[in-house]
Structures are given as C-alpha cells and as structure tokens.
C-alpha cells in the first residue's frame, strides 16, 4: 500500500459527460501528479501540483482540468468525454518538486467512456 | 523528440533465473533514471534509480546499469522469483526539470 488513495476505482460512463476523479497523497506529501495511461500512449504525464499551486503541465487537454486543494488533496476534472479517454488515470504524490523526488502511485481510477 | 522504449515486450524466465530487461532512451540530456514494476490492478512502483555520473547501482536483488555511450539502461533482477511477475518501466527525465518519461513497459512472467 502506497499510501495514496484514489476514488473511485471504476467509472463508466457515456461520450460527451463530465466526470471528476479524487486522490488523496500520503501523509506529509504536498506535490500531485496526474498520470493517463492507456495501451498505445504508454503512462503520460499530465499536471503537476504543489501545495495547492500548478506546477507542471505535461501532455493534458484543454478538456481536461486539475486542482489540488488546501488540505492537498487533488481531483482531476474531466469534460466532454470521448472513447479515446478511456484509459487508467494514477494519481502519485512526493514530498518535494521535481521528478527525483520519489513518486509514490495510488491504485488508480479506469475510466471507461461508451 | 525524446523517446524512451524497451527492446522486448514481454521476458519469460524460470523461476530462479536472472532475468534483464532492457531500456533505450534517445535524449543526451537524460541525467536522471528510475525502474517502476506495476503489478497486476496496481499503480507503478518504484524499484531503483541512477543518476548519469554513475554507470551501476544495486539494490536487493536488482542492479541497473547505464550506459550512456549507446544510451541504454538495464535492470538485472537475480533469483527471479514468481513475485517478479510484473510490467516493467524504464523512466527519464530528460532535460526536464518537471516530470518523467515513461517507456512502453515490458511484461515478465515468472515460470514456477
């Protein structure tokens, strides 16, 4: 157990709705990532937060949105859904910025888009 | 553009065999290196890193060699065991200050 949590472990839902998904960072975290990983892209970094401020942007939509709250939890919001998003979202947390930092992942939420 | 990709898709081993898997990465200004094993229903986990002024690092029972001549990466798991069974990403830094690149994985499976 890494410590991380996220909710909820499965999400199914149609083309063109909005859905949100939670993480929780272990204990003593204050940087979140958001990572997407499907079949043909691999794992792909999406955004970055540290306490509470965006800090990195990776390869995210602009349908796609992030925020990381004061008690540093971060939900990840996203809009207008298509098939293509169906993919497995992680959630990762460390204590400091920057990718040496170790990430520790949460279990993940699959989106299936129908 | 940057890249960073595994040779084999899928290793199988006997249990009790050393198993290696391999990692090739395009970008020069890679100075920052990290293995992750994510098992079945799981989030990656992070097994060994190495920085660029190294050539070799161990850990128990996995040891990750770079060489930066050919930019190439290798886990070494020894006694490979059932456990082991996982996908396995290579991760890099590039240039970047800000995130990591992630390999496409390779699959072993551990035969008992």
């Known amino acids: 157990d890494s410590g991380v949590t996220q909710t909820p472990k499965h999400l199914i839902t149609a083309t063109g709705q909005r859905v949100t998904l939670r993480c929780s960072p272990r204990?003593?975290?204050?940087?979140v990532y958001w990572y997407q990983q499907s079949l043909d892209q691999g794992l792909q970094f999406l955004i970055q937060?540290?306490?509470?401020?965006?800090?990195a942007k990776g390869n995210i939509l602009e349908r796609f949105s992030a925020q990381q709250f004061p008690d540093l939890h971060s939900e990840l919001n996203l809009s207008s859904l298509e098939l293509g998003d169906s993919a497995l979202y992680f959630c990762?947390?460390?204590?400091?910025?920057?990718?040496?930092?170790?990430?520790?992942f949460g279990p993940g939420t699959r989106l299936t888009v129908t | 553009g940057e890249s960073v990709g595994l040779h084999l898709p899928t290793l199988s081993v006997q249990e009790g065999d050393n198993s290696i898997i391999n990692c090739a990465y395009s970008?020069?200004?890679?100075?920052?290196f990290i293995w992750y094993k994510q098992e079945s229903g799981k989030g990656p986990q992070f097994i060994i890193d190495?920085?660029?002024?190294?050539d070799k690092r161990q850990g128990q029972r996995v040891t990750v060699l770079l060489n930066k001549t050919v930019k190439h990466l290798s886990l070494q798991i020894a006694a490979t065991q059932p456990g082991d069974s996982a996908v396995y990403f290579c991760?890099?830094?590039?240039?970047?200050?800000?995130?990591?690149?992630f390999g496409k994985g390779t699959l072993l499976t551990v035969n008992p």
């Open positions: 937060y540290y306490n509470g401020e965006e800090r």
């Open positions: 991760a890099e830094t590039g240039g970047s200050n800000y995130k990591l690149t």
């Open positions: 970008n020069s200004a890679s100075d920052y």
């Open positions: 990762a947390s460390s204590v400091g910025v920057g990718p040496t930092y170790e990430q520790y």
């Open positions: 190495i920085r660029s002024n190294m």
């Open positions: 204990s003593g975290d204050l940087s």
